[in-house]
């Protein structure tokens, strides 16, 4: 089966710009995930959608970042304006629902803010 | 706050040594317990869980975990390591009142010597 597709996989930007990541879930993934992996670290949860409610946006910058998946399939992360601090990689993950499953990561979007 | 702890940032094997990667983390409830793998340049895969059951869980590539409820730990281990486990090596944790929200460990990078 196609796993979760991430675009684009590599983004050099300046800081105060805006920039936009996509993702796209295996086909009939009701969850999907937002990670933030900085370099030396573990991913970090910015955002769980089910469907296309919020059901975790707790540790969302929401000053800068925001997220939507209008109609409960892809989804897509925004940027605005981004500092050098949010150079990372963007991980987009899915899962069958909530709750105790497996989750499925793609391959990341690297973000280099210069 | 629930955290993860990884002890080894950096772990050097020749091949045929014995891996044991340490994870403990921090929280009194019921939790589901993951390791997940990087190969470079690859996205995160799963190697192994553990929900409830048998406490030593077996995964891919003859990796196995156990969960010692005692010591809040789960450490990952294999009893000789190949040159292609050369990878980051992350312990997630999940609390069953959270959805599925996975916290992170900061992860391990192992390097296995032909």
């Known amino acids: 089966e196609a796993g979760v597709a991430q675009s684009p996989r590599y983004k050099i930007i300046e800081k105060r710009q805006s920039v936009a990541f996509w993702c796209n879930p295996i086909?009939?993934?009701?969850?999907l995930y937002w990670y933030q992996q900085i370099l030396g670290q573990g991913p970090k949860l910015l955002i769980q959608f089910q469907n296309n409610g919020v059901v975790d946006d707790s540790q969302l910058p929401k000053d800068r970042f925001s997220a939507e998946r209008l109609k409960g399939v892809d989804s897509t992360l925004k940027i605005q304006p981004a500092k050098l601090e949010d150079s990372a990689v963007y991980l987009c993950a899915s899962s069958f629902g909530t709750g105790v499953r497996t989750i499925y990561f793609g391959e990341g979007s690297w973000l280099t803010v210069v | 706050a629930q955290s993860v702890s990884q002890h080894n940032h950096h772990v050097i094997l020749s091949e045929a040594a014995s891996l044991e990667l340490g994870c403990n983390y921090s929280?009194?409830?019921?939790?589901?317990l993951f390791w997940y793998v990087q190969y470079p340049g690859q996205h995160l895969q799963l190697l192994l869980k553990?929900?409830?059951?048998?406490?030593l869980v077996k995964g891919i590539k003859g990796f196995e975990a156990e969960f010692i409820k005692s010591k809040f730990s789960f450490n990952l281990r294999k009893p000789s390591v190949q040159w292609s486990d050369t990878a980051e090596y992350f312990c997630?944790?999940?609390?069953?009142?959270?959805?599925?929200?996975?916290?992170f460990g900061q992860g391990t990078e192992l390097s296995v010597k032909p």
């Open positions: 086909s009939g993934h009701a969850t």
């Open positions: 553990y929900f409830s059951g048998d406490p």
């Open positions: 997630a944790v999940n609390a069953n009142n959270q959805g599925g929200k996975l916290i």
């Open positions: 929280y009194g409830g019921t939790v589901n």
